[in-house]
């Protein structure tokens, strides 16, 4: 009678790369951005003949950029974090 070795039919188990808090930190680096993005837009005029101020506000040129790169800074963070490391 011949004994069937279990070893040899298993696959090696898969596993992801990121684990579950590098795309929770991924998913807040994209509200980061898409949050950015939404508070960079409008400030246009209905009129093309007519300068609008507002383009200039705080909200645009300061505010929205920032939020974007503290969301690149954050997915950069979700990339390089190692959920495996161990504490000392």
Not at 4 to 23: G, L, S
Not at 30 to 44: D, E, P
Not at 51 to 59: A, G, L
Not at 67 to 73: N, R
Request: charged content about 25%; glycine content about 8%; proline content about 5%.
């Amino acid at each position: 009678m011949s004994k069937k070795n279990k070893h040899k039919d298993e696959q090696p188990q898969q596993e992801f790369i990121f684990q579950k808090k590098n795309y929770m930190f991924m998913f807040i680096g994209i509200a980061f951005i898409a949050l950015g993005f939404i508070l960079m837009s409008g400030g246009g005029s209905n009129d093309p003949t007519v300068f609008s101020e507002d383009i200039y506000n705080f909200r645009r040129i300061r505010l929205a950029p920032t939020l974007v790169l503290i969301g690149l800074g954050i997915e950069v963070y979700a990339i390089l974090l190692n959920p495996h490391k161990k504490k000392k």
